[in-house]
């Protein structure tokens, strides 16, 4: 099938590889009408390649041609994003978050017009979909951290106009007690630690086995605290938490144990210094952050 001067199967088959006429020609084919269809052909290919070209595509036409799609268009869209993140959900992690950064992309263009408290909704669709699907918690556990971990950091690359920036960084601070429970729940998974929550998701359970993971969340746990930690009643916690962790893992290492490594201290330690040192933080929680 040719559209356009292009082949589409003998494109796909040369972005399989890929080679480098078709990296070339790619950011080309990916301004035309056709490549929305496009991208989800690739999504449904067996090659690596192809299902990371294939997001990336998406990621692309979201963001530089979302007016090209009618409102129709637009809606139809955030159900077919969700369903290719759980579908991508196994991996490899880059294209699972080349696919979250599509659905991302898309959320900055309707938060908070038409998909207010998006990440909670995009939670629970991805665990039900994940479910249905068949797949594993923890393959719901990486897209959702993943997407946890990307969200914060592409709010902040926005150039949406103030006013939209005004009410998108307001559905993100009512998100943040969402996002540090799910995080932390990952976090508290370090072996020996004392301080894992009641009813922890079996996601967070399972990918708080792993070390890379952990460091992950924490890392996302300082994305989100760019925002402003908005009570005490989230504060206090995450504060003696994160405190209560890092003496876990002074033990672990003392004795030497492999079940932490320095990255995961590094980015627990930039958690909790964010915490006591940020000036927002210290202005509005002064007496609460001295007394801890």
């Known amino acids: 099938m040719a559209q356009n001067g292009f082949d589409l199967q003998s494109f ?24 929305w269809g ?16 294939g997001a990336h595509t998406l990621h692309v036409k979201i963001s530089r041609d979302w007016d090209t799609l009618d409102a129709e268009g637009q809606a139809g869209l955030r159900g ?3 369903r290719v993140v759980v579908e991508q959900s196994d991996g490899p992690l880059n294209v699972l978050n080349k696919a ?15 998909w207010s408290g998006f990440l909670g909704t995009a939670i629970e669709a991805i665990q039900q979909g994940a479910q249905q699907a068949g797949k594993g918690s923890t393959s719901a556990g990486h897209a959702i951290v993943d997407l946890l971990e990307l969200f914060p950091e592409e ?15 307001q559905d993100v601070k009512e998100s943040l007690p969402l996002a540090l429970e799910v995080l932390t729940g990952v976090v508290c998974e370090l072996p020996g630690s004392t301080a894992r929550p009641a009813n922890t998701p079996e996601f967070c359970r399972q990918l708080g086995q792993s070390a890379a993971w952990r460091t992950r969340a924490w890392k996302a746990i300082l994305q989100w605290l760019q925002f402003g930690v908005p009570s005490d009643t989230l504060l206090v916690p995450l504060l003696e938490m994160g405190l209560r962790q ?13 079940a932490v490594d320095d990255d995961e ?15 927002r933080t210290a202005a509005q929680y002064t007496r609460t952050v001295g007394t801890l």
């Open 12 to 35: 796909a088959q040369a972005l399989s590889v890929p080679t480098q006429e078709a990296l070339e020609a790619l950011p080309h084919f990916q301004r035309q009408a056709e490549a």
């Open 38 to 53: 496009f991208a989800f052909e690739l999504l449904r290919s067996s090659s690596i390649n192809c299902r990371f070209y």
């Open 80 to 82: 077919e994003l969700l």
């Open 100 to 114: 979250n950064q599509a659905l991302v992309a898309y959320a900055l263009h309707t938060i908070p017009g038409t």
């Open 155 to 169: 709010v902040n690359r926005t150039v949406a106009g103030q006013t939209q920036r005004g009410g998108l960084i």
């Open 246 to 258: 890092l003496e876990t893992m002074a033990v672990a290492q003392v004795s030497g144990s492999d």
């Open 265 to 279: 201290v590094r980015a627990a330690a930039a958690a909790v210094d964010d915490i006591v040192s940020n000036t």
